[in-house]
């Protein structure tokens, strides 16, 4: 009977801040190293064009270099927008944690609220509290 509906399926845990944020700057050091790969390139194109004369040769490197200069601004703006995600979310993680804290201390005043009328009670030896 199984075998004609199906079996179901164990539900992934949803990722957390943290597994998204870790991802995030994964992907952005991934596209620093195009990024270096294509600075080096650059670098290559830049003395080979130093050292031809003009020409034909020199424009045939110059329009190459060009069009990595083209994917150098498209790979800084990926990195750019890849590090904002990652701040974005920093940020909310840390606003989780203030939420935490905040109920973490409401809980600990509510708490000592309660005992307090306990403690006044044996400092003065008399409980002038009302009960």
Sequence with gaps: MMKVFGLK??????PSIQDASDRSNKRGGNVDEKIKKLDAELM??????????????????????ARLLKQKRTYEGQRDMLYSQTFKLDKVAFAVEEIKDAEQ???IEESSRLARPGLFCNVLGTCCLPP
């Design 9 to 14: 399926k164990d539900k992934e845990s949803p």
């Design 44 to 65: 290559r194109y830049k003395e080979q064009i130093k050292k031809s004369g003009p020409g034909p040769g020199q424009e045939a490197v110059k329009a190459r270099a």
């Design 105 to 107: 201390k409401r809980r």
